[in-house]
């Protein structure tokens, strides 16, 4: 069964940076497609980044070209480098599969505010 363990959030002022890691537990990181979530207040999960096994990326509108995810298969980790941080992109960041599995990570908290 696979585990996520995020890390890297914190607060941030507007036009800041933050860089996640999802740390994966459980099986080779390599054969899954996989992407990174988030969760506003009162607002349902949506999925904000993507990679499949083969490195391709895809990202939501509202973060395409302040965004960009990657992996190491090596270190069974993925990443989210975000830049441009707005209020907006305030969430509980998680990641999983880009199939969601129902087990999910703690997630890490995102604020951007001044």
């Known amino acids: 069964q696979l585990q996520f363990v995020e890390s890297g959030g914190g607060l941030v002022q507007p036009g800041g940076s933050l860089r996640l890691s999802c740390a994966v537990s459980?099986?080779?990181?390599?054969?899954?497609?996989m992407g990174w979530y988030r969760q506003a207040p009162g607002k349902q999960r949506e999925l904000v980044a993507g990679?499949?096994?083969?490195?391709?990326?895809n990202y939501v509108d509202s973060v395409k070209g302040r965004f960009t995810i990657s992996r190491d298969n090596a270190k069974n980790t993925v990443y989210l480098q975000m830049n441009s941080l707005k209020p907006e992109d305030t969430a509980v960041y998680y990641c999983?599969?880009?199939?969601?599995?129902?087990?999910w990570g703690q997630g890490t908290q995102v604020t951007v505010s001044s």
């Open positions: 459980g099986s080779r990181l390599g054969i899954w497609s």
């Open positions: 999983n599969t880009d199939a969601p599995l129902p087990s």
């Open positions: 990679i499949t096994r083969f490195g391709s990326t």
